[in-house]
């Protein structure tokens, strides 16, 4: 009984390690873990990886010979993979909130912006992750359909740079919006609505040019199609301060001054 | 050491707590006690730095909360047991915060079999869990980095009489061990047996604070007869003043005073005692009384 007693504390214990700050890495191998081990969160990531598989697997069945390329079927599979990520995204955000779990994530870890900061960088290894997948998926898609076209393994280092930027930002919008609506559904239902009606109105003549500088529908369709011109990029930057920075620095500002419950 | 000084806390234009002060020393059991809505949890919420407190300060191990670098390896916090995520398994939850604060994994597992949860219980999802068995996921959760502080917030929710029992026994060990345990409840029942000190909430304030027996002295005595109403009047004729409670009368004096004023009524008595508990509840009602009005109302 008292082996067991004395493991639970009471007295101050001597152990050196008590008074470390938890690193960051240690912050987001655990963010990672815990988007890993819920039934939710698991699903979403089989789901993530079953779409990229879907996508390309269509594509090779139905393309023509040069849809069928190791590069564009890269760029299926990420945009495929682009649809759900941002979801995994909302729900690193907010499962602290909907779940309550915030009350034990935040009294472990008071700075507030340090376990947001473990959120993004979760998120960008799960980016990564997603990446790799889709690498994979279309080197196998690749060989399997072997088309009859030129350079059909050729990857330009600069249209790839892109693909990650692209999965990036996605991933962060994700991480942006649910910290900006800390509630899991408005935040999905935004995340999807929103930019849709906003393109919406981009159809209409006058806002027209301004939106080829705000509509990340238009901006982000650029990266995942060529290799950006440096106005292209231009308009990237423009319209992701729009839908990523601004929801992110919103959700930042109010996780650090909302009352955790 | 937890130590509150003159917190205050508005919410929507409402003082929900004012001006609460309060220290717990290492060695003991503070009981945190007040009606619902009292301003107990408000007023842990700001000591655990996640409430920011309108006016007065809290320490913690002599420092703001916040500061500590690693707070979960020097202060167990069980706030809402509910507040886990109803997908994960019930291992998993305390794993987590294990690998957070960075100590040995398989702490869960001795965690789980200290606070009575079993294999089965460990695999199962939050979701399938009791508030009992909540109560003491949240329980193993505080006490998982082996802190020196405890605060918990009505922790003996959901549990049953053994669980109440059991939870005493580990809180007294651990104040026993060095340890500062600070446990909120509105029931007197519940603090009453473990507690070495109360402080007593009611509407935002600080109703009354101090050991079990300071709080007790001058509550008066206990008495029955086997005629109360014949009782009562020599009481009056002895000066002193009554109050009927459910089993007997409680007199304004000393047991001595009230057994001569009985023998001068000529009233045979059959219990004469200081009040305790009968004092003390009729203490925590009293103090708390308005609070309760305005509750019901």
């Known amino acids: 009984m008292s082996a067991a007693t004395i493991e639970l504390g009471g007295a101050a214990s001597a152990d050196a390690g008590r008074d470390v700050r938890p690193g960051l890495g240690r912050l987001t191998r655990v963010e990672l873990r815990k988007m890993t081990d819920t039934r939710a969160g698991f699903w979403l990531l089989l789901g993530t990886g079953a779409l990229v598989a879907l996508v390309v697997l269509i594509t090779c069945l139905t393309g023509d010979p040069p849809d069928k390329t190791f590069r564009e079927l890269f760029s299926n599979g990420v945009q495929a993979a682009s649809f759900l990520l941002p979801i995994l995204g909302i729900l690193l955000a907010t499962s602290e909130w909907s779940q309550r779990t915030g009350l ?22 799960l980016a990564g992750v997603a990446l790799v997948l889709c690498l994979l998926v279309a080197a196998i898609g690749t060989i399997v359909s072997a088309p009859d076209v030129p350079n059909q393994w050729t990857l330009p280092i600069g249209f790839f740079g892109q693909l990650v930027f692209y999965t990036a930002v996605g991933m962060i ?18 995340s999807f609505l929103l930019p849709i009606a906003f393109g919406a109105l ?4 006058a806002l027209d040019k301004t939106f080829d500088w705000l509509d990340t529908g238009r901006t982000l369709t650029d990266l995942a199609d060529h290799l950006a011109s440096a106005t292209e990029w231009g308009r990237v930057g423009t319209s992701l301060a729009l839908w990523m920075l601004l929801p992110l620095a919103i959700g930042f500002w109010r996780i650090v001054r909302s009352e955790i419950r | 050491m937890i130590e509150s000084q003159g917190l205050t806390k508005r919410l ?12 717990c020393e290492p060695g003991t059991v503070t009981g945190f006690l007040g009606p619902n809505g009292a301003g107990k949890t408000t007023t842990l919420r700001m000591l655990c730095g996640f409430s920011k407190p309108d006016a007065g300060h809290a320490q913690i191990l002599g420092g703001d909360y916040r500061a500590l670098p690693n707070p979960g390896r020097r202060v167990g916090i069980l706030l809402d047991a509910s507040a886990q995520h109803a997908g994960r398994r019930g291992r998993e939850a305390l794993a987590i915060t294990a690998d957070t604060i960075g100590v040995d994994p398989g702490r869960a597992d001795q965690l789980l079999d200290i606070v009575g949860l079993d294999k089965e219980a460990a695999k199962k999802r939050v979701r399938q869990y009791s508030l009992g068995m909540r109560q003491r996921l949240g329980l193993a959760n505080a006490l998982i980095g082996q802190p020196e502080v405890l605060i918990l917030d009505e922790p003996a929710n959901g549990l049953d009489p053994q669980g109440m029992r059991w939870m005493r026994g580990l809180l007294r060990d651990f104040a026993d061990r060095g340890g500062t345990v600070l446990l909120s409840s509105h029931l007197l029942g519940e603090v009453d047996a473990i507690a070495d000190r109360l402080v007593i909430i009611g509407n935002g304030k600080i109703a009354a604070q101090g050991t079990r027996d300071e709080l007790l002295s001058g509550t008066g005595t206990l008495v029955r007869s086997a005629d109360d109403a014949a009782l ?8 002193i003043a009554v109050h009927p409670v459910e089993d007997g009368l409680i007199a304004e004096a000393e047991p001595a005073a009230v057994g001569r004023a009985a023998l001068a009524g000529g009233v045979a008595l059959t219990h004469l005692a200081p009040s305790e508990g009968a004092g003390l509840e009729r203490l925590f009602f009293e103090l708390t009384a308005t609070a309760g009005q305005e509750a019901g109302a």
């Open chain 2, 232 to 239: 009562r009047t020599a009481l009056d004729a002895g000066g």
């Open chain 1, 202 to 205: 981009g159809e209409i003549n």
């Open chain 1, 173 to 190: 919008t994700g991480v942006a919006f649910g910290a900006a609506f800390l509630a899991s559904a408005p935040a999905i239902v935004a």
């Open chain 2, 12 to 23: 929507g234009g409402r003082v929900v707590v004012e001006d609460v002060s309060f220290r």
């Open chain 1, 104 to 125: 034990v994530t935040f009294a472990l870890v008071p700075d507030r912006l340090r376990v947001m900061t473990a959120k993004l960088l979760a998120g960008l290894v």
